[in-house]
């Protein structure tokens, strides 16, 4: 048996921190006390197992949001078994409920604070999709000019085959340029099938029909219109969430001061 009495300081009152240690004590079966002192530090008096006290002391020096232990003084004391349980020796009635007043302000600004953490990414992944959209109607925009360009060059390849009648002297030479011409598209669409492929491998196959190239664009459409869909759902979930948290706390409150009296 070993007994410990630990004197807490740091942002320790008003924090929730005594129900906190209480919890831990519970937790490896520690005996014991805590309460609150004048001077803003906590006192912690606990009995128990050597392994029991060592893992209840790392566990109560608790520095998470908004409880914060700067420092602890542990004292070793001789055991007395005393102690029946953990309690929390509590102060006055009026005490007590400006503390846990301003334990639950405190927990509420916290969770409001990482629910506008949390709003704020959702916002950047709404811009980065914006700019990944962006980046797609642009791709979009290029390859309706690449099609008109490729346009031009079979009217022009058409008009080419209209005179072969008449030039069927220099038929030989026309095909030489043709072979050469096919060649330089091959390479544009293999440098193409490249440039397509890291836009995340949804127009890998570009050297297909001109059909597919429109099916494609309709699936771009149908996946964009579905991402803001499910976008604008998320929002409207997270807001009604928050809503119904809002509204339970402030019906909580009510009831509180209608037991105090100070309705």
Known sequence: MKRVKVFAEGM????????????IAMKHKVKGYVKNL?????????????????????????????????????RYEEPTGEFKTFKIITGS???????????????????????????????????????MLAKQDQMLAKQDQMLNKQDQMLAKQDQMLNKQDQMLAKQDQMLNKQDQM??????MLNKQDQMLAKQDQMLAKQDQTLGKLDEIIHKIDD??????????????????????RLARIEEDIAKIKARLGMV
Not at 54 to 66: A, G, K, N, T
Not at 99 to 120: C, H, I, P, R, W
Not at 182 to 187: I, Y
């Open 12 to 23: 320790v009152q008003g924090v929730g921190y005594r129900y906190n240690v209480k919890h």
């Open 223 to 244: 996946a964009k219109t579905g991402i803001i869909n499910e976008i604008r759902m998320f929002r409207s979930d997270m807001k009604s969430m928050l809503d119904e």
């Open 38 to 74: 004048d001077d803003g530090r906590v006192e912690i008096v606990a009995e128990g197992d050597d392994e029991p006290i060592s893992r209840f002391l790392e566990d109560i020096r608790i520095r998470r949001e908004p409880i914060y232990v700067e420092d602890m003084d542990v």
């Open 93 to 131: 009635l009026e005490e007590e409920m400006t503390e846990g007043f301003s334990t639950g302000a405190l927990y509420f600004n916290v969770m409001l604070a990482k629910q506008d953490q949390m709003l704020a990414k959702q916002d950047q992944m709404l811009n980065k999709q914006d700019q």
């Open 182 to 187: 096919l060649a330089k598209q091959d390479q």
